[in-house]
Nanobody
């Protein structure tokens, strides 16, 4: 059974940076071939933020995170990172890590980490 554990969330001011981490364990490595970050703001549906393939190719959502957020992964540690710069209050959400065998199929989810950006 795959387990994903996120860390790094917190309360910051607009313009600050945060780095989220998600460590995967259990299962087989193919179950972390695709790893992604999603977020859910209060009163809104969960939305895709960014994903990364096993070979490090990033895929960003069409919203405004590209240019501010950077995803990376360390396959030796089964860990994916989300560097978030120039944070805005509208980035406030619970951020979830997900993994799967393909970028279009996420079978495993972390418990989420809260990111709060004050204005």
């Amino acid at each position: 059974q795959v387990k994903l554990v996120e860390s790094g969330g917190g309360l910051v001011q607009a313009g600050d940076s945060l780095r989220l981490s998600c460590a995967a364990s259990g299962g087989t490595s193919s179950q972390y071939h695709a790893m992604g970050w999603f977020r859910q703001a209060p009163g809104k549906e969960r939305e895709f933020v960014v994903a990364i393939s096993v070979d490090g190719q990033p895929y960003y959502s069409p919203n405004d995170v590209k240019g501010r957020f950077t995803i990376s992964r360390d396959n030796a540690k089964n860990t994916v990172y989300l560097q978030m710069n120039s944070l805005k209050p509208e980035d406030t959400a619970v951020y979830y890590c997900a993994s799967g065998e393909a970028l279009t199929m996420y079978n495993y989810w972390g418990q989420g980490t809260q990111v709060t950006v004050s204005s």
